[in-house]
């Protein structure tokens, strides 16, 4: 069950028609987030809905630029999720610092950063300036579940 919307972002997020997710279960043996000082550290988060991924494959191939942008969104969104979990209220979030996305990627497709905006714009149009970041977008062969899409965060808190 999940709690009324208490803050500002999530809020935010209910505009967008937007809701959190619960917190991913992890897929082997680490933790989804961990606070370390004023920053929390988000382990690679998969596009997961409900448990389920709404697509496997490699970008290029099996999987669409588009429905790969979309699922970066998605992957940041469970990425707020989890910087939640650690941290209480998503009010506290001062700025993303880092987003790295990891494509899978047919060996032709060089499109690696549009499909990571996914994640950027979505950032940026939920916190505004507090979600402009340094990113990396990394094309990979093969990614956990067969994801499309994994996408970690480095977000700094009050």
């Known amino acids: 069950m999940q709690e009324a919307t208490s803050s500002r972002v999530e809020a935010r997020l209910a505009e967008l028609g937007l809701t959190l997710p619960s917190v991913a279960k992890p897929v082997a043996a680490y933790l989804p987030a961990l606070v370390t000082g004023n920053y929390v550290y988000t382990s ?90 340094a990113r990396s977008a990394v094309g990979v062969a093969v990614l956990p579940l067969d994801a499309a899409v994994e996408v970690e965060v480095i977000a700094e808190f009050e």
Do not use: M, W, Y
């Open 44 to 133: 690679g988060q998969l596009p997961l809905i409900n448990g389920e991924l709404p697509a496997v494959g490699k970008v290029g191939a099996e999987v669409s630029a588009e429905d790969a942008k979309a699922q970066a969104q998605t992957c940041a969104l469970n990425a707020l999720a989890a910087i939640k979990s650690v941290i209480g209220d998503l009010d506290r979030v001062k700025r993303i610092v880092k987003v790295v996305g990891f494509v899978a990627s047919d060996p032709s497709f060089t499109g690696q950063p549009a499909v990571v905006n996914g994640a950027s714009e979505f950032f940026g149009e939920v916190l505004g300036d507090a979600g402009l970041h």
